[in-house]
């Protein structure tokens, strides 16, 4: 009898463990560099806590790039993208019907920073702003509609990014009378003025949130081809909820900032100090949240048609 117990015992284990392996799957999810990707290197860090039954397999996005974009979706590159919520429109508006939105996943996370000696957003009317990275962007449109609201009409430009940008930022002689720019690089401008001592500093000066109805929803989790099961798909979305609750505790401010350090660096080959992650998270300027409200199909078109002028429908969602 006893043998018998230990005989089915084993081939119940044996079931289980040969059936987590026939439905686990493996998803490939393609990431800018930008604050969509932090609680997502959270989330690979912590897999065997948060997603232990599948693989998940990262891919640097051409951030900046639709084309290239475009062109790894239609090859089925990937399984799931981040990127921003109008890229993502305008990809199903061009006949991409097979993208999907999951949801939104980056509230908040684009600013403009003026001068630390002015103090009034007027000013900034008819004067030269630098968008960073470059114009027709989410950052350059969200505010150029925020201020707008405001009767303010900067001349926007181009900025750059790195050192080209910082060289225009640093110098009183240069510098012009804001810049508009998303996160990380937000915090790296202030980090980096106080460690070099700049000589124009600068500060945050206006959250385009706070004219734009209260709520930009600024990245997103998108499906782009139907590769992966509908359970893998909401085992993700599960995780990824995981990835954010543990980014946006302050106990884990430390942990969180240098995991993010260390992603930046092996997957976009760009080192950003821990630091500047931990004064993201400590500040709030980035909120994660994948939501799947019932609200959130009414939000994310209203954003659509009032800020880019791009009317959609609810089927962008996925089912």
């Given amino acids: 009898m006893v043998v018998f117990n230990r005989r089915v015992r084993l081939f119940l284990f044996i079931v289980v463990v040969f059936a987590a392996r026939v439905f686990a799957e493996t998803m490939t999810i393609t990431l800018p560099p930008d604050p969509n990707a932090l609680p997502v290197f959270v989330l690979m860090e912590k897999k065997a806590q948060f997603l232990p039954e599948d693989e998940i397999a990262l891919i640097e996005a051409p951030a900046g790039d639709p084309s290239a974009m475009r062109a790894m979706i239609q090859a089925k590159k990937m399984d799931f993208a981040f990127f921003n919520i109008v890229g993502g429109a305008n990809f199903i508006a061009n006949g991409m019907k097979q993208v999907k939105l999951i949801g939104p996943w980056v509230w908040k996370g684009v600013y403009l920073l003026m001068p630390v000696e002015t103090r009034d957003l007027a000013t900034l009317n008819g004067k030269r702003v630098l968008v960073a990275p470059s114009l027709s962007t989410p950052p350059h449109i969200i505010n150029q509609k925020a201020l707008g609201l405001k009767g303010i009409k900067p001349q926007f430009l181009a900025g750059g990014s790195g050192a080209a940008l910082f060289g225009q930022l640093s110098q009183p002689s240069k510098a012009p009378s804001g810049v508009v720019a998303p996160e990380p ?120 048609k009032n800020v880019f002028g791009i009317s959609m429908d609810a089927s962008i969602f996925i089912e």
Avoid: C
Avoid at 259 to 267: E, P, T, V
């Fill in 185 to 304: 690089v937000v915090s790296m401008i202030l980090a980096k003025q106080k460690a070099d001592g700049w000589p124009q500093q600068w500060r945050i000066a206006f959250e385009p949130t706070e004219s734009l109805g209260g709520t930009i929803p600024l990245g997103a989790l998108w499906q782009v081809h139907g590769g992966v099961s509908a359970a893998a798909r909401g085992r993700l979305v599960e995780a990824l909820d995981k990835a954010a609750a543990y980014t946006a505790d302050p106990a884990n401010r430390a942990e969180v900032a240098a995991i993010g350090s260390a992603g930046y660096a092996r997957l976009f080959k760009n080192p950003i100090p821990a630091p500047v992650f931990a004064a993201i998270l400590e500040s709030g300027r980035v909120e994660w949240r994948l939501d799947r409200s019932a609200g959130v199909k009414r939000t994310v078109l209203d954003y659509l």
